[in-house]
């Protein structure tokens, strides 16, 4: 680890159980699944049928009603995200050097939504009655300039897309902007709003969805013997990273400290992990080598585990692997959120700095019957108590994409 440390001042969420960070780590903690029978569309034709959608969105707190006519919800969950995570760390721009501020943005699937219903109506009622701001809504790099403008942030402004792995490859670029000197700030988000009756229909094709419709809620079973695919979810993440010495400049209190990242390749499949897990055991290991710490010091892996049956089995392998006979607390938030894509590595991040801020690890919910051939520690039930100083958060997406956090208590 060179260069400036990297800080924590903000958070804010839009998640399936709760739509702010304090509403989402109680209904973590208490074990409340944001899965249910999908009703953003009538999903009855499919093998699946449920799904996390956000409940109660009121786009209109935050965005005028111009901006709610001219944006689609991935835009929307995240200009919210961001609003909570601004206000939580009390940046005031006017007070800033604009042109040392940045935005980085992961998406997975971009504004889908509003290209699937631009597409209904050309074919419905013809071109004269698409929307004139379609390109402004669907675009991956919209949600970040949308940020840009709002708080007319002046340094760099980019738009990542490593599939599921997009919000944790956000947050590592704004780790390494500070530390190369590009930034004092930087805005790191993660958002999807995927709940698209085509995509839907792929996903499904894929074989890659959950099944288990009956009970809704207990769909996403991430590490469980009867686990059959992911619950496919929407929703936000951001996080306000400062460089140490900016931080403390205007005394803005500190969250926690990001110290690692990194990312690998498996170069094996499009959508499978290599059997081996190759680039998840590279990514973590080098994540942890640039945060300078050694496995038997991380207290807590946030795993990205889904609920796919190779998926989560890989995952549990490359960890055991690297963490060997330090038998590290390993748990899913997935069981609750479902897979948010884009969004999921930042609110993973979330989760895994407020684990740390409050010394309980939290378990994968409806995790009942743990797979015997999974070699890690699984954290079921009810939330664990431990002390925790370092952590590891990891994402792994479509394509072979791996990326590691190491997230740690903020000390002098």
């Not at 599939?163 to 000197?181: D, P, Y």
């Amino acid at each position: 680890m060179e260069g400036e440390r990297v800080v924590v001042t903000g958070m804010g969420a839009v998640t399936p159980i709760g739509n702010d960070v304090s509403h989402f780590w109680k209904s973590l903690l208490d074990g409340r699944s944001g899965v249910a029978r999908m009703d953003r569309f009538d999903p009855s034709p499919f093998p699946s049928q449920v799904a996390a959608q956000v409940k109660n969105f009121d786009a209109q707190a935050f965005l005028s009603a111009k901006e709610v006519r001219e944006t689609t919800l991935f835009s929307q969950f995240l200009m919210a995200a961001a609003a909570e995570a601004m206000a939580q760390a009390g940046l005031v721009p006017e007070q800033e050097d604009l042109q040392r501020c940045a935005v980085f943005v992961g998406t997975a699937c971009a504004g889908m939504l509003a290209f699937d219903e631009a597409t209904r109506t050309f074919l419905g009622q013809g071109p004269r009655r698409v929307r004139p701001h379609l390109l402004t809504e669907t675009l991956g790099n919209m949600p970040a300039a949308r940020l840009s403008m709002r708080y007319h942030f002046e340094g760099p402004n980019e738009t990542l897309v490593t599939a599921c792995a997009s919000g944790t490859s956000a947050i590592g670029r704004g780790l390494r902007a500070i530390r190369w000197g590009e930034a004092d700030v930087a805005l790191c988000g993660g958002t999807d709003a995927p709940l698209v009756e085509s995509l839907f229909a792929a996903i499904c094709a894929m074989r890659a969805l959950t099944t288990q419709n009956d009970p809704p809620e207990a769909a996403g079973r991430p590490f469980d013997r009867t686990r059959d695919g992911f619950v496919i979810a929407e929703g936000a993440g951001v996080l306000v990273l400062e460089s140490l010495s900016h931080a403390k400049r205007r005394g803005a209190e500190i969250l926690g400290e990001v110290t690692g990242f990194a990312t690998f390749g498996d170069g094996y499949h499009l959508v499978a992990p290599a059997p081996d897990g190759r680039g998840e055991r590279r990514a973590i290991a080098a994540a942890l080598k640039d945060a300078r710490r050694r496995p038997e010091e991380v207290a807590y892996v946030n795993a990205h585990a889904t609920g796919t049956p190779e998926g989560d089995r890989v995952e549990a392998e490359s960890i055991a692997a690297l963490f060997g006979p330090h038998r590290v607390p390993v748990s899913s938030i997935k069981g609750a959120t479902g897979h948010t894509i884009g969004a999921a590595g930042v609110i993973e991040a979330i989760a895994t700095l407020l684990a740390i801020r409050d010394g309980v690890l939290p378990h994968t919910v409806h995790l009942q019957e743990p797979d015997s051939d999974l070699p890690v520690d699984l954290i079921m039930e009810s939330p664990r108590s431990a002390k925790i100083e370092v952590a590891v958060s990891e994402s792994f997406g479509f394509g072979g994409e791996n990326a590691v956090l190491v997230l740690e208590r903020f000390t002098e």
